[in-house]
């Protein structure tokens, strides 16, 4: 059973920092594309950061935390990470850790494209 299970959330001030992980079991993370969703309320689940397979050398943001977001991966230890540094009171919601079912190069960035999901962990920031 494959299973996704974030972390790291939490209430943090503006200009702060958090670090999610994404503990995965019964998958090995880099067997395929990964990235992090997140979901305001009210708002259509939207991309946020991705990381490719095997190695990880492609890494692609979207604009809104470009510079101020990190997607990493530990291949040894089977996580992944979203370092979120700067943070914004926009960047408040629910971020998801998502895998994609098979392999291969690229990065995808639509939400349809992934098929493995973790439940959710909460990101507050307050102005």
């Known amino acids: 059973q494959v299973q996704l299970v974030e972390s790291g959330g939490g209430l943090v001030q503006a200009g702060g920092s958090l670090r999610l992980s994404c503990q995965a079991s019964?998958?090995?993370?880099?067997?395929?594309?990964m990235a992090w969703f997140r979901q305001a309320p009210d708002k259509e689940r939207e991309f946020v950061a991705g990381?490719?397979?095997?190695?990880?050398?492609?890494?692609y943001y979207a604009e809104s935390v470009k510079g101020r977001f990190t997607i990493s991966r530990d291949n040894a230890q089977n996580i992944g990470y979203l370092q979120m540094n700067s943070l914004k009171p926009e960047d408040t919601a629910v971020y998801h850790c998502?895998?994609?079912?098979?392999?291969?190069?690229?990065?995808?960035?639509?939400?349809?494209?992934?098929?493995?999901w973790g439940q959710g962990t909460q990101v507050t920031v307050s102005s």
């Open positions: 990381i490719s397979w095997r190695s990880g050398d492609n890494k």
């Open positions: 998502a895998s994609r079912y098979s392999g291969g190069p690229g990065i995808y960035t639509a939400a349809k494209d992934y098929y493995y």
């Open positions: 019964g998958r090995t993370l880099s067997s395929s594309p």
